[in-house]
Every structure is written in C-alpha cells, then in structure tokens.
C-alpha cells in the first residue's frame, strides 16, 4: 500500500494542571491587549473564569466579556458576539465546545466578513477551498470539558437557524502558514473539568469516544489516525466511568482531556460517518439534547449496520475496549465492541432509545433525510442508501 497525506498542526498546545493561569502571560507575550472573552452563564457561576481573569488583569490585558453562549450554537449567536469585537485584538474560548465553536467562528468572521453559512463544508472536497483568506483574530482556546476536542481542530458545528440544520465549518491549512479555522493557542486544564457534571461528564466522553471510533473506521483514513485512535478509545474506556462516578478523580479527568484532545486532532485528518450523519439533524431538531447523547442513541445500530464491512477495524477497537478476543473469531471479536459500546452506555445512564428521549415518530423521516445530505455519509465505510438510514432510525427509536 502507498501513502499520500499531509500533516499540518499549527496550533501551540500547553496541558497541565494550572496551565488556564498562563493565559494572561501568553498573551502579553504576542502583544496581545484587548480580549473578547466567549463563554456561557454556566462556566461564569462555577467560578471557571476566575483565574483567567486574574491572570488578565495580571498583566494589564483589557477585556470584554461575552456569555450569551449555549448548547448546540446558532448563527444568531454568533451574530450576537461579532457585535462585541469592536477594537479587540484576541479572543478567549473558554467552556465546551459551544464556546469554542462560536469563538472560531467570530475569530474568521472578523477578519473575513460573511456569515456562517460562507463557510459552511457540504460536500468532502469543499475542504480544499481556499474561503478563509486571511488569518482569523487570535484565539485562545480553553476548555472545560472533556468531549468535543474542538480546541485542537479546525473544525466548527453551527446551527442554521432558518434551515434548522447543524452546519459544518471548517478549514484546515492549505499551505504553509496558511489561515485556517481553529485556535492559535490550547490551554488544556484537567482542573477546569473537576465540576464537571456526571451527566455532562458522560455525554461529552461519549462524544470523544465517537470521534476516535468514527475517524479509524473512516473510509477517508490516514495513518496519523490509525496509530493515536486505538490509545484514544483505551484512554476513555479506562476512565471515563471513574470519571462519570468520582468526578475528582484528578487522574481520570486528566486523561479524559487528554482523549478528548487527542481524538479532536484525529478529526483534523479522518472525516465522521453515520453515527454523527444522524446525530447532527437530530440535535438541530430538537436543540435541548446534547450532542454525545444524540450520537450514543444511534451508535449500536450504526455499528451493527458497518460491521461486515469492517470487521478487522472493529476487533482493534474491541481489544482497545479491554475487550479478551484471543479466542474469538472475526465476526464474535467484532461483534464484542458493539457488546461494550452497549454496556458503557448503561453504566453511564444514557438514553438507549429515540423514544426515550421524547422524539416524535413523525420527525424520523426528516432526520433520514438531513443525515442523507451530511457531508459524513461519503465517508462511512459502507454505502447506505436512504431505506438502509431509514431501518437504522427506527431501531434507534425502540433502542436496546
């Protein structure tokens, strides 16, 4: 087999405990002065923001403060926070990947013009466009959660409010020093995570867990993917119920944001498939469910649907589970992953059907139809027709 791939990562990442404290002397050293601070109401109450404003006014760092934030962002929102960079000169994600998501937006928009929508990817070759032509405003990115990776890809999920249509954003570089859609710095905390609910504790492991697990089965693979996905998938299945249970536990929360980070990386080279094909319509329809959850509902079906296709790839992720396959065939040691996916999803309390999440029968057919023109399905590693999407839905809708 012959390789051709590029590897491009720009973004400077600092992990460690404390390492949210930094922020304030990293900026000082770009020159940087005036920051637009996005975030939500949440992290402000859980006093998240706290050392990074210290650390701001440390070193004389003006800033502003945007916190209108929430789960599954619009382009309304978006709007909403581009009225608060006047005269800014770097902005500070700090939060899930929401905040992060809005920040990077605002950060191309800025110094690009146009609105979400210009940026939108529909199809797999729209990567290769050149539509951000000028570097965004500097961003710091600083999560507090432990699922979306958003942090370290140049990836961003908006929702279309007319279409109600989760759009997906994105650039990578093209060349060297190139522009792209994403952070210039990563301050990841594990400490920053420790108030982390269980429940958002589980539906953003969860979401981590799916990228790795989407990006190594992606038909579009490379091998950076290859090596850091199975170590990804070992990461989460070792902690993320400590985490979920003991959410002190500095060691679990550590290597979930390592996991989490690492995974966000393997998105920047491997595209999704059907699981987040499905998820994505069905948390614009119904923007109350997070998105980790929307992904688990369907994610036994989805790999049910894949596993003939790819059943080799699945027994490594069986093993990277702690699955034993040693004695299994191919199929049996397959067939183990979906086993654990299964059990996972019960200890940490997730929803296991469509119907338990209160989702209308009558909406199935609009969610097929959405996922159909995601720019996930030409990379699932088996074809799917829309009959193939439509039994895969109902199955979720009674679940497991």
Same mark, same amino acid.
């Given at each position: 087999?012959?390789?051709?791939?590029?590897?491009?990562?720009?973004?400077?990442?600092?992990?460690?405990?404390?390492?949210?404290?930094?922020?304030?002397?990293?900026?000082?050293?770009?020159?940087?002065?005036?920051?637009?601070?996005?975030?939500?109401?949440?992290?402000?109450?859980?006093?998240?923001?706290?050392?990074?404003?210290?650390?701001?006014?440390?070193?004389?760092?003006?800033?502003?403060?945007?916190?209108?934030?929430?789960?599954?962002?619009?382009?309304?929102?978006?709007?909403?926070?581009?009225?608060?960079?006047?005269?800014?000169?770097?902005?500070?994600?700090?939060?899930?990947?929401?905040?992060?998501?809005?920040?990077?937006?605002?950060?191309?928009?800025?110094?690009?013009?146009?609105?979400?929508?210009?940026?939108?990817?529909?199809?797999?070759?729209?990567?290769?466009?050149?539509?951000?032509?000028?570097?965004?405003?500097?961003?710091?990115?600083?999560?507090?959660?432990?699922?979306?990776?958003?942090?370290?890809?140049?990836?961003?999920?908006?929702?279309?409010?007319?279409?109600?249509?989760?759009?997906?954003?994105?650039?990578?570089?093209?060349?060297?020093?190139?522009?792209?859609?994403?952070?210039?710095?990563?301050?990841?905390?594990?400490?920053?995570?420790?108030?982390?609910?269980?429940?958002?504790?589980?539906?953003?492991?969860?979401?981590?867990?799916?990228?790795?697990?989407?990006?190594?089965?992606?038909?579009?693979?490379?091998?950076?993917?290859?090596?850091?996905?199975?170590?990804?998938?070992?990461?989460?299945?070792?902690?993320?119920?400590?985490?979920?249970?003991?959410?002190?536990?500095?060691?679990?929360?550590?290597?979930?944001?390592?996991?989490?980070?690492?995974?966000?990386?393997?998105?920047?080279?491997?595209?999704?498939?059907?699981?987040?094909?499905?998820?994505?319509?069905?948390?614009?329809?119904?923007?109350?469910?997070?998105?980790?959850?929307?992904?688990?509902?369907?994610?036994?079906?989805?790999?049910?649907?894949?596993?003939?296709?790819?059943?080799?790839?699945?027994?490594?992720?069986?093993?990277?589970?702690?699955?034993?396959?040693?004695?299994?065939?191919?199929?049996?040691?397959?067939?183990?992953?979906?086993?654990?996916?299964?059990?996972?999803?019960?200890?940490?309390?997730?929803?296991?059907?469509?119907?338990?999440?209160?989702?209308?029968?009558?909406?199935?057919?609009?969610?097929?139809?959405?996922?159909? +023109?995601?720019?996930?399905?030409?990379?699932?590693?088996?074809?799917?027709?829309? +009959?193939?999407?439509?039994?895969?839905?109902?199955?979720?809708?009674?679940?497991?």
């Amino acid at each position: 087999m012959s390789y051709r791939f590029s590897i491009s990562f720009p973004i400077t990442v600092e992990f460690g405990n404390g390492v949210s404290k930094i922020v304030g002397n990293s900026a000082d050293k770009k020159g940087w002065k005036n920051a637009l601070i996005i975030t939500d109401k949440g992290i402000i109450n859980a006093g998240l923001i706290n050392n990074v404003i210290e650390s701001l006014n440390s070193k004389g760092i003006k800033y502003d403060l945007f916190d209108e934030v929430k789960a599954n962002p619009t382009d309304e929102i978006v709007f909403k926070a581009l009225e608060k960079v006047d005269k800014k000169d770097f902005i500070i994600a700090i939060g899930g990947g929401s905040s992060i998501d809005v920040a990077k937006v605002v950060a191309v928009i800025t110094k690009n013009g146009g609105k979400p929508q210009d940026y939108e990817i529909r199809k797999p070759e729209d990567l290769y466009e050149e539509r951000i032509k000028n570097h965004p405003l500097p961003l710091i990115a600083i999560p507090t959660t432990a699922g979306t990776g958003s942090e370290v890809d140049f990836w961003a999920v908006i929702t279309d409010t007319n279409r109600k249509f989760k759009m997906s954003l994105g650039q990578l570089p093209l060349y060297p020093g190139a522009p792209y859609l994403g952070a210039n710095l990563a301050l990841l905390d594990p400490e920053l995570t420790l108030t982390l609910p269980p429940s958002q504790t589980a539906s953003t492991g969860i979401d981590a867990l799916f990228h790795a697990i989407e990006t190594f089965t992606s038909k579009g693979n490379h091998p950076l993917v290859e090596a850091l996905a199975p170590y990804v998938i070992r990461l989460i299945f070792e902690n993320l119920t400590i985490a979920y249970k003991n959410g002190r536990n500095l060691k679990a929360r550590e290597r979930m944001l390592l996991a989490s980070s690492l995974a966000g990386i393997c998105e920047n080279y491997a595209n999704c498939g059907l699981m987040h094909a499905l998820g994505e319509p069905l948390g614009a329809l119904y923007d109350n469910l997070p998105h980790g959850i929307c992904l688990a509902v369907f994610s036994p079906h989805v790999m049910e649907f894949n596993l003939d296709q790819i059943i080799y790839k699945y027994s490594i992720i069986a093993q990277s589970m702690g699955e034993d396959i040693k004695n299994l065939g191919g199929e049996e040691a397959a067939r183990s992953a979906i086993k654990a996916i299964k059990r996972l999803i019960i200890d940490l309390g997730l929803p296991r059907s469509l119907k338990e999440l209160k989702v209308r029968r009558e909406d199935l057919n609009e969610i097929v139809k959405r996922a159909y +023109s995601t720019l996930y399905i030409p990379d699932n590693p088996k074809p799917i027709s829309q +009959s193939d999407l439509y039994e895969i839905v109902n199955k979720a809708y009674e679940g497991f």
